[in-house]
């Protein structure tokens, strides 16, 4: 598996391992007795034997010992966290580009968990699924009564098995139910189209293992288009992913130059990465999309490209997640410890984390119109719905303004 942090895992196995501690009897036996280490493994030790003889229901201790482990991490930052076996394997799949699962892509929030997307020859797209759709339960777990992140885990599982899922779509009356089978589904992070003769289209999703080669397959692609005089690229509700991923991304459009710096208190944290030579578009212009869900790798690589001077970075704030975590080996137990290890900063020196990246032309994702416009760019025609602001009537509109906005100014277009 890549690293979420390059050498680091090498770095730390041989400290992990070397002072891990492990709350069983044979902690009593440890000499220092009087050490605060020792005083404070008693204590615990002593809580979870409580729990364990004396708790009206039976605990798995094994589920005390994560569960403690999972408390102590929870009160350093809001990324670093303690993964199981089953979460440290979702991760992997994440990452990998490739797991077992139906192939639907959900939008999780406070209030609910609404499918946004499916894959073609996915289960979910086989099943009669619809984008829209509102998930109610996962083989008879209510979302309401669970910890949303971790039931739809669930939903991934060895291929050839079956999971329910119940929904609730608008126009119907009554909750609809699908059982689906799961299968090996291959998720490709990148996508590309021509918008007219002279404008190529890049999306990411996320960064991946794969993401570098399927960005450069898709630039190839592009450039076959001998007109071709502009890209755009659309790092918009990209959560991030892997950071060697979003390096050389961040490298297949610069030919030099500083692509992000890494602080932290280990002397392997405090990086300066940089560009080598070889833009893959060298003489076509560049705009970056972003939005309030561009976090992380998509931060480093629209800093990057900003900070150099390659890009124009057209959007809204970025999420500002910039931290970089670090896998560590939990042993013994097949547990890792994901801890956030560094900082990092775009060329300039700005700090990313809690402020995000600053577009250099702020347009927000949905637009007030006082008037209908009359459509000037194909493909993008725009459309609007009526609303109400207060007892004014308004219109909005609901095409993608961003990337409308992006296309004009590629085209020179006021």
């Keep these: 598996m890549q690293r979420l942090f390059p050498r680091f895992w090498t770095f730390f196995i041989g400290v992990i391992a070397g002072s891990a501690l492990t709350l069983t009897s044979s902690v009593l036996a440890y000499r ?112 309401a009564d669970e910890d949303p992140e971790k039931l739809l885990m669930g939903m991934r599982g060895q291929a050839g098995t079956s999971m329910r899922l119940v929904v609730e779509r608008d126009g119907f009356p009554e909750p609809l139910a699908f059982t689906l089978e799961r299968r090996r589904i291959e998720m490709s992070s990148v996508s590309q189209r021509m918008l007219n003769e002279t404008t190529g289209y890049l999306k990411i999703k996320s960064f991946t293992q794969d993401t570098p080669d399927e960005v450069a397959g898709a630039l190839i692609s592009l450039k076959q288009n001998a007109g071709l005089e502009g890209v755009i690229l659309d790092l918009r509700d990209n959560p991030g992913g892997l950071l060697d991923s979003a390096l050389a991304v961040a490298d297949l459009f610069l030919d030099e130059g500083v692509i992000v710096k890494t602080q932290g208190r280990y002397y392997e944290a405090n990086v300066v990465y940089y560009a080598n030579n070889g833009d893959r578009v060298s003489g076509t212009s560049l705009v970056v999309l972003i939005n309030g869900r561009s976090a992380s790798a998509a931060e480093i690589v629209a800093g990057a490209l900003q900070g150099n001077g390659r890009a124009l970075v057209l959007g809204e704030q970025s999420f500002g997640k910039g931290s970089i975590q670090s896998l560590f080996p939990v042993e013994p137990g097949n547990g890792v410890l994901k801890l956030t290890t560094a900082h990092y900063f775009t060329p300039s020196g700005l700090a990313i984390d809690g402020k995000g990246i600053t577009p250099d032309r702020f347009v927000p994702s949905e637009v007030v119109l006082d008037s209908q416009l009359t459509p000037i760019i194909n493909p993008l025609p725009l459309k609007s719905v009526v609303a109400h602001q207060g007892d004014r009537k308004v219109q909005i509109a609901k095409q993608d303004f961003q990337l409308r906005s992006a296309l004009q100014q590629l085209n020179g277009v006021d």
């Design 32 to 143: 220092h007795q009087d050490s605060p280490a020792f005083q404070d493994a008693a204590r615990i030790y002593s809580i979870l034997q409580q729990i364990q003889q004396f708790y009206v229901d039976e605990v798995a201790y094994d589920q005390l010992i994560d569960d403690v482990i999972s408390a102590i991490v929870s009160h350093l930052d809001r990324h670093s966290d303690y993964l199981d076996g089953n979460e440290f394997a979702h991760l992997t799949d994440v990452t990998s580009g490739e797991y077992a699962g139906v192939g639907v892509e959900l939008a999780v929030s406070e209030t609910q968990v609404v499918v946004v997307n499916m894959f073609p020859d996915s289960p979910a797209s086989e099943s009669g699924l619809a984008i829209g759709d509102r998930v109610v339960s996962v083989d008879g777990f209510h979302i």
